[in-house]
């Protein structure tokens, strides 16, 4: 793929985003939310920061927030792609239960758990497939195709399992979910590999700019030469993908495959962390590594509450409370607000 | 002497006669049974179980499978009204809705018998229902943990079922009171873990940091089985034995949780019996043979299992079931 020479995006889009100085890095919104999130648990569990070793691994409650980040951040990787071509995949979590549910019962069979991950893996993209074609060829609209995959899925994942959770004791599938690689916990090794791949193959090619440009206005990007279609059907199965290797983890952890609750309302996890890394729904430019940071917002939050002792009926509330003080501050509105407040100018 | 051999020969008759009765009761009776859907491992048990007790008794049962939706389930029903079967089973999907069809069943003379879950509406609109009581369920795995620990000082931690759910409810609700006025246990923790494997181990990896380690926590109580199953995989991941450092206690009884009773790392489980069909047959026989009207609640037993219950045998009786 050649970089195109012409900048596709309409006028008065804010240019592309260049490498910036670390210094920026941390005063981006994203960067603030997540630290004040992991203050407030600081304040709440005082023994929130501790990392120590245990068992040939690194143990704390940082390390399960990154552990269990994990697999909405991979959700999110894929999701950023197609939320940049300005279309949704709504039907991640249902294949996260189709890509679990295959592995447990293959091994469950007696078939070689590399095979099986393989053919759970295959799963994932052949479901990310099917709903590149129907938003491509059959030209559907993505939220309406994915919904298609995301109802059927988990019934093609319980008929898979026959309703029951498949348990399992294969060592490769439960390496996946919990095992450790130099004392990280496999999930968070998966998410991060998989999250530099993909930011490279975006970011060091043309791939980025094409989907930013078929994002910003389809048809314009065909005219201009370039397969949009075939760049849809990319992206709509690379979040097949990712959604299978979440699939896999998630079964790995809990050494069994639960067709009805695997990956349960994971999809709008991974919305939301892609929206909180600054991604627009409206198509155009995206940010993996700040969705991946967006992921891990949300599960800051999540163990904050488990560790911070409020009763369970606060959730939710504190949960959303958190996530709108966060969109706030990335609006256009609070942007403006903060350009005006004495001493912001640079 | 010979009043007393006639009379023994009557009551024996009797007895004959009645057995006959037994063995006929429901032999060749057509019953409709409108299934929920297959929402849980428990309720696919319930389904298996149901077909079983119905062969073991010779019914026909004509079974429907509703998908989770009430519009199925009516549509089934009305259709079992136009087959006129002998009696109608209902699993109930919501509790609402339900008048303007059991109406129509019992102007057919069918009776109807809820199972599992309730209805609001007139009670003279289903002859009874068959159901566990959550409560007490609570208050059984409560009570095997008070005796459990004895005068031991004891920090418990709890899994709660999906909030705002009746399960997740009168469990709890059964627990405290089982717990109230001991001085020595105390529920230190109580957070959601959504009646999921995954929810269970996450919930209990935050205890177990916010307390000690674990060091600080001497049992934990799981609203169901499969958050507890999940717990103590965190309870291994932190380097505790789950079982003997910290007690585990959870409701349903489905296989898994037998397996973890017999690798030593669960103590006890209360189980939510799938066999809701059974007294339900039950009340039906007693109600055609003798006209017995059963009591509008039948409560199923819950039954209290601990590793000294042949684990490996019902965990093997179980499996087969659709769990």
């Known amino acids: 793929m050649t970089r195109p020479t012409v900048d596709l995006r309409p006028t008065g889009q804010p240019p592309l985003p260049r490498p910036r100085p670390i210094a920026t890095f941390f005063t981006r919104p994203q960067v603030i939310a997540l630290a004040a999130v992991l203050l407030v648990n600081w304040a709440l569990f005082p023994g929130f920061f501790t990392i120590t070793w245990q068992d040939g691994r690194l143990f704390g409650s940082l390390i399960d927030v990154l552990n269990r980040g994990a697999p909405v951040a991979i959700l999110a990787i894929g999701m950023t792609m197609v939320i940049a071509t300005k279309g949704v995949d709504l039907s991640v979590g249902a294949v996260m239960a189709i890509s679990g549910a295959t592995a447990a019962t293959l091994v469950t069979n007696g078939v070689p758990a590399p095979v099986a991950v393989l053919a759970a893996l295959g799963t994932g993209v052949l479901c990310g497939l099917w709903n590149g074609i129907l938003v491509t060829l059959l030209d559907i609209q993505p939220i309406i195709a994915t919904l298609v995959l995301m109802v059927a899925g988990r019934g093609l994942a319980q008929l898979i399992t026959e309703g029951t959770i498949v348990t399992f004791a294969d060592p490769l599938l439960i390496f996946i979910g919990t095992g450790s690689f130099l004392g990280l916990p496999m999930p968070v090794v998966i998410a991060l590999v998989l999250m530099i791949l993909a930011t490279l193959l975006v970011r060091r090619t043309a791939l980025g700019l094409l989907i930013e440009a078929v994002g910003v206005n389809r048809s314009a990007a065909r005219f201009a030469g370039l397969k949009a279609n075939a760049l849809l059907l990319i992206v709509y199965t690379f979040a097949g993908f990712c959604a299978a290797i979440s699939g896999l983890i998630v079964a790995g952890d809990i050494r069994g495959a639960d067709a009805n609750n695997a990956g349960l309302w994971l999809e709008l996890d991974a919305i939301l962390a892609v929206v909180i890394g600054g991604t627009s729904l409206m198509g155009g430019r995206f940010s993996i590594p700040m969705a991946v940071l967006g992921a891990m917002i949300i599960q800051a939050m999540n163990t904050g509450i488990l560790i911070s002792g409020f009763s369970p009926e606060f959730n939710l509330v504190v949960k959303s409370a958190v996530i709108i003080v966060i969109l706030v501050l990335q609006s256009p509105l609070s942007a403006r607000l903060f350009r005006r407040l004495p001493g912001a100018q640079k | ?323």
């Not at chain 2, 959504?194 to 929810?199: A, G, L, N, P």
């Not at chain 2, 069909?277 to 007693?286: K, N, R, Y």
């Not at chain 2, 009591?295 to 209290?304: C, D, N, P, R, Y």
């Open chain 2, 1 to 323: 002497m010979k009043l007393i051999k006639t009379l023994a020969l009557g009551a024996g008759l009797a007895g004959l006669l009645m057995s006959a009765a037994y063995a006929e009761g429901l032999q060749g009776k057509v019953i409709g049974f409108s299934q929920i859907g297959s929402e849980s491992g428990w309720r696919a048990a319930e389904t298996s179980v149901t077909k079983a007790e119905a062969e073991a008794r010779g019914i026909d049962l004509k079974f429907a499978d509703a998908q989770q939706k009430q519009e199925n389930q009516i549509k089934a029903i009305r259709g079992f009204i136009a087959q006129g079967v002998d009696a109608i089973l209902v699993a109930p999907v919501v509790a609402t809705g339900w008048e303007e069809v059991l109406t129509e069943a019992k102007e057919a003379n069918i009776p109807v018998v809820l199972l599992d879950r309730g209805i609001e509406g007139p009670e003279d609109l289903y002859l009874t229902s068959v159901a566990s009581d959550q409560v007490k369920e609570g208050r059984v795995a409560g009570e095997w943990l008070v005796g459990a620990v004895g005068d031991k000082q004891c920090n418990v931690v709890e899994l709660q079922g999906t909030v705002g759910s009746s399960p997740a409810i009168n469990r709890k609700q059964g627990f405290e009171e089982a717990l109230a006025g001991k001085a020595n246990l105390a529920i230190i923790r109580s957070q959601t873990g959504d009646f999921t494997r995954s929810k269970g181990k996450e919930v209990m990896e935050g205890f177990l940091k916010a307390e000690g380690g674990g060091a600080n926590i001497c049992a934990v109580y799981a609203h169901n089985d499969d958050m507890a199953v999940g717990a103590i995989q965190a309870i291994k991941d932190a380097g505790l034995k789950p079982g003997t450092d910290i007690l585990v206690v959870s409701i349903d009884a489905v296989p898994d949780i037998f397996a973890a009773m017999v690798a030593g790392e669960a103590n006890a489980t209360v189980e939510l019996t799938p066999n809701m069909a059974g007294p339900a047959f039950d009340a039906l026989q007693a109600y055609w043979d003798a006209g017995t009207e059963p009591a509008k609640f039948i409560i199923t037993e819950s039954k209290l299992y601990t590793p000294a219950d042949d684990p490996q045998g019902e965990y093997d009786r179980r499996k087969g079931l659709g769990y």
